[in-house]
């Protein structure tokens, strides 16, 4: 099980990235917490947040999102394997998706 502050960490270092995709999106760990990702306005903030308001809810383990962050799971891999499940809008997460992939 990844660690809350490792995974905020991982996702702040791809900030720079992130930073277009215009959207809050929460990913909902199964193994316990929330992070929020709020990349409007053009700067990227990452809190830890149980049930902020978001765009997209990602649900999935926090290895899992680890290994999304760092490039090493496909987020389509992910989905279609039913680690990755989505609930609001999947345009916003197929946008996140490719910005992942990057």
Known sequence: ?????????????????????GYRVRF????GGSILLDATGGKVDVSTAE???????MKLSSDNLLKLV??????????STGRLKVQ????????????LDA
Do not use: C, H, Y
């Not at 909902?28 to 193994?31: A, E, F, G, K």
């Not at 049930?51 to 809810?57: L, P, Q, R």
């Open 51 to 57: 049930g902020g308001e978001a765009d997209t809810v």
């Open 88 to 99: 609001g809008s999947q345009g916003v997460a197929m946008k996140l998706a490719g910005l």
């Open 70 to 79: 760092n490039g090493k799971l496909s987020p389509m891999m992910a989905f």
């Open 28 to 31: 909902d760990l199964t193994d």
């Open 1 to 21: 099980m990844a660690d809350i502050g490792t995974l905020v960490e991982s996702i702040e270092e791809r900030a720079e990235a992130l930073s277009t995709l």
